[in-house]
């Protein structure tokens, strides 16, 4: 079994920063892809960034430019560096862990509980 754990959430002024922090554990053989999902009150869950074993790395467009992610190999953990944050920003973000199908698609197969991030105009 697969577990994720994420750390970093709070409140946060627009225009300030926040890093979230996701580490797995587990019986995991393999990484293939590991990232950020949001999903704010009333909307859909949407992709945030995700990195492959590759090192590719995806960003939705609404946090380009303002978003980067990383991730230590080592300790299996991904860290995504929110700058300029915006209110739309303002969601629970998941942590998600798993495959490339083909291309830009993804079957997430594990999921945290989410952190709340919220950001206040």
């Known amino acids: 079994q697969v577990q994720l754990v994420e750390s970093g959430g709070g409140l946060v002024q627009a225009g300030g920063s926040l890093r979230l922090s996701c580490a797995a554990s587990?019986?995991?053989?393999?990484?293939?892809?590991m990232g950020w999902y949001r999903q704010a009150p009333g909307k859909q869950r949407e992709l945030v960034s995700i990195?492959?074993?590759?090192?590719?790395?995806k960003f939705a467009d609404a946090v380009k430019g303002r978003f980067t992610l990383s991730r230590e190999n080592a300790k299996n953990t991904v860290y995504l560096q929110m700058n300029n944050l915006k209110p739309e920003d303002t969601a629970v973000y998941y942590c998600?862990?798993?495959?490339?199908?083909?291309?830009?698609?993804?079957?997430?197969?594990?999921w945290g509980k989410g952190t709340l991030v919220t950001v206040s105009s």
């Open positions: 587990g019986t995991i053989f393999s990484i293939d892809a």
């Open positions: 998600s862990l798993g495959v490339v199908i083909k291309g830009d698609i993804y079957r997430m197969d594990y």
């Open positions: 990195i492959t074993s590759g090192g590719s790395t």
